[in-house]
């Protein structure tokens, strides 16, 4: 993340996807065999990115059980660091040699489907298959009414509160903040100053978040491009946002915002964790952090995002990610049948369980609120996660501007530079997109 030039969580959607479409060389690929084991399996390759800790182990764990369940499919499992992924799937596409499942982002599932980058699964996929799941993330894996992708986990984005240091400053339970006065309220009683300078902070909203979020936050749910793909960047709304996260960087300072934001993801030097700060927004997924690295009587709480005023909602944002079949892959249907084992209630609730991921399955996420393999902690995140997630919008890429979110982040870099007004770097960014949109039909 850029020092104060925060670039925000929507656009950290990777944008991998945009090379050639489906080869002719795939194309004939995927109508080979499979090939075999010498006990007569098919094989398939399946590659992540879940490459260290729970998630690594516990992906290893579910194939081995699939594996172990039938005697039909073997999944051979392969890693690619992240980043690599996403070029090495787009290279083997082309080449003609595609993985047989993998794990892509769920924001762009529309883009690899037009360019003939992912198979679509509708003569697999039957008519109960979408009920399980979130209605935000499977309207997001379909293209042109047909599903290319499984949801497979999601996020939230939620505030977490250190407990002791709100007693301390006598805020009650019954008093955590709603609303944005209320968050700025509360942020400065848990301040601390020497002499001029801080020694603690209650809350700065753009550590771990993007100014995006909070303008979708502001904005009744709205993202930068609407549910009908009409871009809504500058609107009334979304400046009031950008001035708002303004008067908070004011407040603090460039150098002591600047200062503490090197120290997150630092394990227990991670500000939140020492006390430095009292609220810091972030993806729920964030309790697994906690456990690794903060002592055993750090006592947190979570609280939804605050809704700009009263009655405006109390809107954040997700991502995830889908389990896919690349175009080309040699066996779609035995694809299909380990991505329906990952996905099934059961499976997504084991993975849940030891990762502390929201899983895209509702049913899984009901389950581990009741977990009792689950501390009341974790059973609180979970508890949290699928309340939040009424109010959780998912913000799929628009196929006829795939790289706009640099155009927006170029302005709001300016904005927060103050070379320019939230006024006036949102109308340029709603031009500029405008003019993207106008270019790409």
Request: charged share 25%; proline share 4%.
């Amino acid at each position: 993340m850029k020092k104060l030039l925060v670039t925000g969580v929507l656009a950290s959607t990777a944008l991998f996807l945009l090379g050639g479409c489906g080869s002719s060389s795939a194309k004939s690929n995927a109508a080979s065999s499979s090939e075999k084991t010498s006990d007569g399996k098919k094989t398939i390759d399946f590659w992540s990115f879940w490459g260290s800790g729970a998630r690594k182990e516990v992906i290893e764990e579910i194939i081995d059980d699939y594996n172990q369940s039938q005697d039909q499919i073997q999944v051979n499992y392969k890693y690619q660091p992240w980043g690599d992924i996403w070029t090495k799937s787009l290279s083997a596409i082309t080449a003609g040699n595609a993985p047989d499942v993998i794990v892509q982002d769920i924001n762009s599932v529309a883009q690899r489907a037009e360019a003939q980058q992912a198979t679509n699964l509708s003569k697999y996929v039957d008519e109960e298959t979408s009920k399980d799941f979130y209605p935000q993330l499977w309207d997001t894996v379909e293209y042109k009414g047909d599903p290319y992708a499984i949801p497979f986990n999601t996020d939230t984005q939620v505030i977490f509160y250190n407990k002791k240091l709100f007693k301390e400053a006598g805020i009650a339970e019954k008093d955590l903040p709603t609303t944005w006065d209320e968050l700025e309220k509360t942020a400065h009683q848990l301040d601390k100053k020497d002499k001029k300078e801080f020694t603690r902070i209650g809350f700065y909203p753009l550590w771990n978040l993007g100014a995006d979020v909070w303008a979708l936050n502001a904005d009744n749910g709205t993202s930068w491009f609407d549910q009908d793909d009409k871009i809504k960047i500058d609107t009334k709304n979304k400046v009031e946002a950008l001035e708002w996260i303004q008067d908070w960087q004011d407040y603090y300072g460039k150098d002591t915002i600047n200062k503490l934001e090197a120290e997150f993801g630092s394990g227990v030097s991670d500000p939140f964790i020492s006390g430095l700060v009292a609220m810091r927004a972030q993806n729920i997924n964030y309790y697994s952090s906690l456990m690794e690295n903060a002592p055993e009587d750090f006592d947190f709480g979570v609280i939804p995002l605050p809704e700009k005023e009263k009655g405006s909602g109390h809107w954040s944002w997700g991502g995830g990610f889908v389990l896919e079949v690349p175009y080309g892959a040699k066996d779609p249907e035995a694809s299909y049948d380990f991505i329906k084992y990952l996905s099934s209630p059961e499976v997504q609730e084991k993975f849940g369980e030891k990762s502390f991921d929201i899983m895209a399955s509702k049913t899984a996420n009901e389950n581990l609120v009741k977990n009792e393999q689950l501390s009341d902690k974790g059973r609180m995140i979970y508890q949290m996660a699928d309340e939040n997630f009424k109010n959780t919008v998912i913000t799929p890429v628009p196929l006829a501007a795939p790289d706009y979110t640099t155009l927006v982040n170029e302005q709001i870099d300016q904005i927060l530079l103050g070379t320019k007004t939230p006024k006036e770097g949102l109308a340029d960014a709603q031009k500029a997109v405008e003019n993207l949109v106008k270019q790409n039909n």
